[in-house]
């Protein structure tokens, strides 16, 4: 670690606020084709088990038939945790300290698990007047809300946990993902703990 990241870490460590215990990363298929890319992936995890305890990564695709070898490539990575990698038509829920979707937009993830409710009610196993906000999340398939989500290259975030996200801090720098370095993921770790979460208050 250089003197930077030192200094970066140091600010972190004795700040008042907490760090993030879940952060996720929006990355698109593009950057997996650049070189290194695998690598920086695998960096990123290291760096953020040093503060949080998951990291949720959305892997935007243009087209579907990047999928398949997407996810043999992410399934195989070297990473520090447990990985779990769901796609576009998977409905089990990730559970593992690592979580990887590919292709799997918050529009298409809300859908599902608002048709596995109805299903639900169809079958007699639930009372349309019973669904809350909780039972919609125990059927999303990345249930649990990242407190920092952080995007390089540009300033939006396509369709990604719309649900989930709603009260995460958002963290948006120009720096390109062949690009990214730990000063820059603890750049958006500091800016997290300046900020003061309202969760929607």
């Avoid at 999928?67 to 038509?89: K, N, Q």
């Avoid at 292709?103 to 009610?121: D, W």
């Avoid at 059927?139 to 990604?160: M, N, Q, Y």
Wanted: negative net charge.
């Amino acid at each position: 670690m250089g003197l930077y990241e030192r200094y970066l870490d140091y600010r972190i460590r004795h700040h008042g606020g907490e760090p993030p215990e879940h952060v996720a990363l929006v990355i698109t298929e593009r950057d997996l084709l650049e070189r290194g890319a695998y690598e920086t992936l695998t960096n990123v995890f290291e760096w953020a088990f040093e503060y949080a305890t998951q990291v949720t990564v959305y892997v935007s695709v243009l087209d579907t038939g990047a999928v398949p070898p997407l996810r043999r490539e992410l399934e195989a990575i070297d990473a520090p945790r447990e990985i779990a990698v769901r796609g576009p038509e998977d409905r089990t829920q990730a559970d593992a300290p690592i979580r990887i979707g590919i292709g799997l937009g918050g529009k298409h993830e809300f859908t599902s698990a608002v048709q596995t409710l109805a299903e639900r009610v169809d079958d007699g196993d639930l009372e349309a007047t019973e669904i809350d906000d909780e039972h919609v999340e125990e059927h999303l398939v990345f249930p649990a809300e990242p407190d920092l989500v952080i995007k390089t290259g540009a300033e939006r975030l396509s369709d990604f946990m719309i649900w989930q996200s709603v009260y995460s801090e958002l963290y948006f720098t120009d720096v390109n993902w062949r690009d990214f370095r730990k000063r820059d993921f603890l750049r958006a770790v500091r800016e997290y703990c300046n900020r003061s979460r309202r969760f929607g208050r």
